[in-house]
C-alpha cells in the first residue's frame, strides 16, 4: 500500500493509493520515496520483532507482533524514513537465491533491521508505503489499525495525535463479513483461527 497527498489537505480531499507489485513500480523514488526492487528486496512470511521507529505516524503505536506475509529491504531515497523495520527470519537463508526470496545483500547483512515501512516527505507531498497486511484480520490489531490509520491521515496532511488516532476495534464477524470470497476452508474452522489471533492481541 502506498498513498499521498499534498500537506494542505482538506478533510474531503481524497488521496491516491497504489499496490506495491513484486516488480519494479512505474512510479520514481522521488515522488514516493522508495521501491520493491526485485533481487535486492524479498518477502517471507513470519512474526517479526518490529523496531518502531519515532515519528508522527507511529504516535501511540505500542510494539506489536503479527504473523503476515511482510515485504522487506526496500530500496530507499535519502530523506524516506523506515518507520518499521526488522531482521529477516532464520529461514530466509535457508532459501536459494532468487527475486523475491534471498539475495546477497541480505546475506551478508544478516541479524540487521530491514526495511518493512516507511514514510516520504518531499515537495509539497507526503507518502506512506507499507506491504504487510495479507490477513484481514490483522485489522484486530490495535497498534497495527493505528498505524494504518495514523499513516493515512499524515499522508492526508493532518496532524497526529501524541496518542495516534483512536479507532473502535472491529469483531471478527465484521472483519470477516469484508471478505469478498468463501474461505477455502470450514468457514467455522476460518473464523476460529481468526478468533485466535484477534484473542492473542488483546489488552
Keep these: 500500500m502506498q498513498a499521498g497527498s499534498p500537506n494542505n ?23 514516493c520515496g522508495g521501491h520493491y526492487e526485485n533481487n535486492f528486496s524479498a518477502l517471507a512470511w513470519w512474526a517479526p520483532d518490529l523496531k518502531i521507529a519515532k515519528h508522527p505516524v ?17 530500496m530507499l531515497s535519502a530523506g524516506a524514513v523506515a518507520v ?6 532464520d529461514s530466509v537463508y535457508k532459501k536459494k537465491d532468487g527475486p523475491h526470496s534471498c539475495n546477497k545483500y541480505l546475506r551478508d547483512h544478516a541479524g540487521e533491521p530491514m526495511s518493512l515501512a516507511w514514510v516520504y516527505e518531499a515537495a509539497g507531498r507526503r507518502n506512506f508505503a507499507f506491504g504487510g497486511w495479507h490477513n484481514l484480520v490483522d485489522y484486530a490489531n490495535d497498534d497495527f489499525r493505528k498505524l494504518l490509520v495514523n499513516m493515512c ?12 488516532f483512536e479507532t473502535r476495534r472491529p469483531s471478527v464477524e465484521e472483519i470477516a463479513s469484508l471478505i469478498g470470497r468463501e474461505p477455502e476452508e470450514d468457514k467455522e474452522a476460518a473464523l476460529k483461527k481468526m478468533r485466535a489471533a484477534a484473542d492473542s492481541w488483546k489488552k
Excluded at 489537505?9 to 515522488?31: E, G, S
Excluded at 507511529?58 to 526496500?74: C, H, I, L, Q, R
Excluded at 518499521?84 to 527470519?89: H, K, N, R, T
Excluded at 491521515?153 to 495516534?164: K, L, N, R, T
Design 153 to 164: 491521515a499524515w499522508a492526508a496532511g493532518f496532524d497526529v495525535p501524541a496518542s495516534g
Design 58 to 74: 507511529t504516535n501511540g503505536v505500542a510494539p506489536f507482533k503479527m504473523s503476515d506475509e511482510w515485504y522487506y529491504n526496500y
Design 84 to 89: 518499521l523495520s526488522a531482521a529477516a527470519p
Design 9 to 31: 489537505a482538506l478533510p474531503t480531499q481524497k488521496f491516491n493509493a497504489i499496490c506495491i507489485a513484486r516488480t519494479d513500480l512505474p512510479i520514481p523514488d522521488c515522488a
